[in-house]
């Protein structure tokens, strides 16, 4: 097991009496992690405490193996950031702009300057690196903002939303940027987003917070194998005639409030559902294939998070 590079202990932000983290335990080793969950979850406020650009209320947290309440400005040199908001300097060609970041973080301005120019080509900002930032397109402000967290070569990115704004195709052109950092250089990411598409494209840890809580830590993996094979049917009556043919075939069954039998068969396909229901004649309303795992997991636990009604 790697060493973890983030970890917390009962993390607690408060703003007066609404709790924005309540009691945020996670412990994540490197990889590409998603960071899960509904506007307003608390996702951005874990990521500024972590870099400790706000101060938590209570609790431990430790970044790459520092205390953060004590090594703030350490962390922040070895970790890459880009915010949800545009956070660029006014009248700043793209080229000048990421050298000032990467002087910002201790790097010499020749090296600065060299080391822009490498990640403005990574990024693919050809000859637009000249020109001022305020003539860029949605999509040209997202790739210069990646260019700056990963200047001076951090050992950790964090990504808050990095595809708004972007039509699909430059969302996944940014998404194979990101994928590469981990794939290819070896950076954790973070990738901050309300986008199940995102997260399911290019992540392997899964971390779904909502109201401030940690509802779901798990791999991508592990939550696709659970939830493989399902769907729900709508039969005409002999509701548990069904359900006890489907559990003979060792198929686990549930009956839904909405009168819909969920049945987890695992199969890569609905014909051996098929057959079992017209063996047993049952007069089959509807069959639904479940959403993919990571969707219905979503679903599932930010509403379990509000409770009844």
């Known amino acids: 097991m790697s060493d973890p590079v983030i970890e917390t202990q009962q993390l607690v932000k408060r703003y007066g009496r609404l709790a924005a983290l309540d009691g945020v335990d996670i412990r994540l080793e ?20 972590l ?47 990421v050298t000032y970041c990467a002087q910002l973080s201790g790097l010499p301005f020749r090296d600065a300057r060299q080391r822009a120019h490498e990640m403005l080509d990574f990024v693919g900002m050809g000859q637009e690196r000249y020109r001022k930032i305020e003539t860029y397109s949605t999509g040209m402000r997202q790739r210069l903002k990646l260019a700056q967290a990963i200047v001076h070569d951090p050992e950790i990115v964090f990504l808050d939303e990095p595809t708004n704004g972007l039509d699909p195709k430059g969302q996944g052109q940014i998404l194979d940027l990101i994928r590469g950092l981990w794939e290819v ?85 609905l014909r051996p559902m098929l057959e079992v229901l017209r ?15 990571l969707e219905e997991m979503y679903v599932q636990a930010v509403e379990n998070s509000h409770g009844p009604g």
Not at 75 to 96: L, N, S
Not at 204 to 210: E, F, G
Request: aromatic share 2%; glycine share 12%.
């Open 30 to 49: 490197p990889g590409a992690i998603g960071l899960l969950g509904p506007n307003g979850a608390g996702k951005s406020t874990l990521i500024k405490c």
């Open 51 to 97: 870099l400790s650009l706000q101060s938590f209320t209570s609790g431990e947290a430790r970044l790459l193996g520092r205390p953060v309440r004590k090594e703030g400005r350490e962390i922040r040199r070895r970790v890459g950031y880009t915010p949800e908001q545009d956070c660029h300097i006014p009248g700043m060609a793209g080229c000048e702009y």
């Open 185 to 269: 250089h070896g950076i954790t990411v973070v990738l901050s987003t309300h986008l199940l598409h995102d997260v399911d494209r290019i992540c392997d840890q899964i971390l779904l917070l909502a109201q401030g809580r940690i509802l779901v830590h798990d791999t991508l993996e592990n939550l696709k194998a659970r939830r493989k094979g399902a769907a729900e049917v709508a039969v005409n009556g002999r509701e548990q005639e069904t359900i006890t043919a489907f559990e003979h075939q060792g198929w686990a069954c549930e009956l839904q409030p909405n009168g819909r039998i969920r049945v987890e068969h695992g199969a890569g396909d």
């Open 279 to 293: 063996a047993e004649k049952a007069s089959l309303i509807e069959i639904i294939p479940s959403p993919n795992a």
